[in-house]
């Protein structure tokens, strides 16, 4: 009876700790521990003069969901959730930003090298309410440059 109790105690422990959605209080699923882990956390920062990036995710697969920042200089801070899928080396994701003064939905287009994401860049459209790239096809990657981090 006390070893069902226990065995019972510890998995309501962890489906309660795992409902959390924040992805920073994945602790256990902080780094990638080998090659064949397909869901672990990563975490990538952008940190230039008085302008900061911060993204915070949870990778399962090849799908990714999390949190994503930006505190620009005399700019109104963008706090984000977003989802998106990486194809090869590129991050597709659709974000969701809350300002103080509004919410948008916007396509975002990252680089993989290495141990860097780098944000894609070009002409936007306003389609179905979503701000998204006129043409994806011609995405330059010549915007923010974010670092792997490791995650708090």
Do not use: W
């Amino acid at each position: 009876m006390k070893k069902s109790l226990f065995t019972i105690s510890v998995i309501a422990n962890f489906l309660l700790s795992s409902c959390n959605s924040n992805p920073t209080q994945h602790s256990a699923l902080n780094t990638k521990r080998s090659d064949e882990d397909s869901t672990f956390n990563v975490c990538y920062s952008s940190v230039f003069k008085k302008d900061t990036v911060l993204m915070n995710a949870l990778m399962y697969g090849d799908s990714i969901k999390g949190s994503l920042g930006y505190k620009l200089y005399e700019k109104d801070e963008n706090n984000g959730s977003f989802f998106g899928k990486m194809f090869g080396d590129t991050l597709k994701a659709v974000c969701t930003f809350k300002t103080a003064t509004s919410e948008s939905v916007q396509q975002l287009i990252f680089l993989r090298q290495d141990t860097l994401l780098i944000q894609g860049s070009g002409e936007h459209i306003e389609q179905n309410g979503k701000i998204v790239f006129a043409k994806p096809e011609q995405v330059r990657f010549d915007g923010l440059v974010l670092s792997k981090v490791l995650c708090k």
